[in-house]
């Protein structure tokens, strides 16, 4: 292209009528929920699954159990996927909701997951109600939008229906204290939100296969 031919800045911010007007078409989650035509892409693609075992599951029952529902790779299929699903405080006793990369089991075997572990925070029912609709929801949309500053190590979360307490839970690919895990933990909290007296606690999946918490550390 000569100097002659190519095209002045401009030039270039001329937009003609017709350009404009399709400017006007386009239409976002943002601008219209239900009738947008444009979609924001993620960075990764994320799986959510569902489980409910029961208070007797075994190892075996539960993996046959965990049930993938949804990938969501775009902004507005996430929020199309979270809109029309059952909020955390509604679900069954024993119930758990799992978003992680696409290709990564929520499973302690999972290759990604072998050598790693996982931050939890625990929420009393009775005092937590539909707060943890957003605690859920605030952890999710910092994943999806690579917020950690080691945003490789992340592989997903994981909520907890329990009798007495919800639980949240980010799980990451490393399981050593060092300052990558403690940036991640210290991270989770301030996103959240979290009141500084709440404990974030760190636990290898190794421990918790092994029942123990030899090497486990809070934030």
């Given at each position: 292209?000569?100097?002659?031919?190519?095209?002045?800045?401009?030039?270039?911010?001329?937009?003609?009528?017709?350009?404009?007007q399709?400017?006007?078409?386009?239409?976002?989650?943002?601008?219209?929920?239900?009738?947008?035509?444009?979609?924001?892409?993620?960075?990764?693609?994320?799986?959510?699954?569902?489980?409910?075992?029961?208070?007797?599951?075994?190892?075996?029952?539960?993996s046959?159990?965990?049930?993938?529902?949804?990938?969501?790779?775009?902004?507005?299929?996430?929020?199309?996927?979270?809109?029309?699903?059952?909020?955390?405080?509604?679900?069954?006793?024993?119930?758990?909701?799992?978003?992680?990369?696409k290709?990564?089991?929520?499973?302690?075997?999972d290759?990604?997951?072998?050598?790693?572990?996982?931050?939890?925070?625990?929420?009393?029912?009775?005092?937590?109600?539909e707060?943890?609709?957003?605690?859920?929801?605030?952890?999710?949309?910092?994943?999806?939008?690579?917020?950690?500053?080691?945003e490789?190590?992340i592989?997903?979360?994981v909520?907890?229906?329990?009798?007495?307490?919800?639980?949240?839970?980010?799980?990451?690919?490393?399981?050593?204290?060092?300052?990558?895990?403690?940036?991640?933990?210290?991270?989770l909290?301030?996103?959240?939100?979290?009141?500084?007296?709440?404990?974030?606690?760190?636990?290898?999946?190794?421990d918790?296969?092994?029942?123990?918490?030899?090497?486990?550390?809070?934030i």
């Amino acid at each position: 292209m000569t100097e002659e031919t190519r095209p002045t800045v401009e030039e270039k911010e001329i937009e003609s009528p017709s350009e404009q007007q399709n400017d006007e078409s386009l239409k976002t989650v943002f601008h219209d929920p239900k009738n947008y035509n444009v979609k924001h892409p993620l960075q990764n693609t994320w799986t959510l699954w569902f489980d409910n075992p029961g208070k007797k599951a075994n190892a075996a029952s539960w993996s046959q159990n965990l049930k993938e529902i949804v990938d969501v790779n775009t902004v507005e299929d996430f929020w199309g996927v979270h809109n029309n699903i059952v909020k955390v405080n509604h679900l069954e006793i024993s119930s758990n909701y799992h978003v992680f990369k696409k290709g990564i089991r929520p499973e302690w075997e999972d290759p990604a997951n072998a050598n790693g572990g996982k931050f939890s925070i625990q929420f009393p029912r009775n005092r937590t109600g539909e707060a943890i609709n957003d605690y859920w929801l605030n952890l999710i949309l910092t994943m999806l939008g690579e917020q950690f500053k080691y945003e490789d190590e992340i592989c997903g979360a994981v909520v907890s229906v329990r009798r007495v307490f919800y639980r949240v839970a980010l799980w990451i690919k490393s399981s050593e204290k060092n300052e990558t895990t403690e940036t991640i933990g210290r991270q989770l909290k301030e996103f959240l939100n979290l009141n500084s007296s709440l404990v974030v606690e760190f636990t290898p999946h190794g421990d918790s296969a092994a029942k123990s918490g030899e090497n486990k550390f809070t934030i």
